[in-house]
């Protein structure tokens, strides 16, 4: 098969990709807030804070929040009185995310179905882009980091948190037997879906290692590239400058 790219472990074509990542977050969209904390023992929100922490956003910022799902990093930036714009390709995620932000009474967010690899923002429009546990989903990773770089102002900057591979001794093992056969059993029993959390799994794996995916960020034309390992690399924080 010419240009197959991953889904989890498997070899896919491009098209069956983008249409089975579809389906995974269609699928898991109305448990998924419950399955983040089920699965990281709460330890995400740890993570998005730090995350959020690193963007530092601003009032009187235009950011884009990307592949932003249910909302959880949009709603902590919103908190910093920064303008949120909240981007991801299914709607059901999206969905979810306008309900909970009007439950929380965050009415001033802009809520946008796009594509990372094709977005209908203007050039140099935002000073910020975050995308957190999104970008190993996406299927051309190289489009999506050149659709960052143009939308943002020069001096914008660019965030991703992303699971990665920890390299802590002993703790590698432990995780990695950990996510393979605890984590879709966990996906069976609380959202009902074993398939779903295999692939999110899978798809962790198969992610460029660190000093790859910060080579990618440069490529895409970004400056002063950093990364912030967390937990030994389990999920990292990637950033850059478009100067
Ligand atoms: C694991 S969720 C992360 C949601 C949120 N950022 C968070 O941290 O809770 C990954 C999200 O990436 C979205 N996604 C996958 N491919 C995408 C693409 N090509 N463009 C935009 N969003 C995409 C999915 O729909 C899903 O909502």
Redesign the pocket.
């Known amino acids: 098969m010419s240009d197959t790219v991953s889904f989890g472990y498997e070899e896919v074509s491009a098209e069956e990709k983008?249409h089975r990542?579809?389906a995974v977050?269609s699928s898991v969209a109305r448990k998924?807030d419950v399955m983040?904390d089920a699965m990281s023992a709460g330890m995400h929100r740890l993570w998005?804070d730090k995350f959020v922490r690193r963007v530092k956003p601003r009032e009187g910022e235009q950011i884009l929040?990307?592949?932003?799902?249910?909302g959880?990093?949009a709603f902590r930036m919103a908190e910093h009185g920064a303008s949120i714009t909240v981007?991801?390709?299914?709607q059901d995620?999206l969905d979810v995310g306008i309900e909970r932000a009007m439950e929380r009474g965050f009415d001033g967010l802009v809520w946008s179905r796009?594509?990372?690899?094709e977005l209908a923002f203007p050039d140099r429009f935002f000073d910020a882009y975050t995308?957190?546990?999104?970008i190993r989903?996406?299927?051309h990773i190289d489009k999506?980091l050149a659709e960052a770089f143009r939308v943002l102002k020069y001096g914008g900057r660019f965030f991703c948190?992303e699971f990665s591979t920890t390299e802590w001794p002993g703790f590698k093992e432990v995780y990695d037997s950990y996510s393979h056969k605890l984590v879709p059993k966990i996906g069976q029993m609380v959202a009902g879906d074993a398939e779903s959390y295999r692939y999110?799994i899978e798809s962790i794996r198969r992610f460029p290692p660190m000093p790859e995916f910060e080579a990618m960020i440069r490529n895409a034309g970004f400056k002063h590239t950093k990364v912030e390992p967390i937990m030994g690399g389990l999920v990292a924080i990637h950033s850059g400058w478009k100067v």
């Open positions: 983008e990542v579809g977050f998924y983040n998005k929040d990307m592949a932003g799902g249910t959880d990093i981007s991801d390709i299914n995620m796009q594509n990372a690899e995308i957190a546990f999104g989903n996406v299927t999506a948190l999110l």
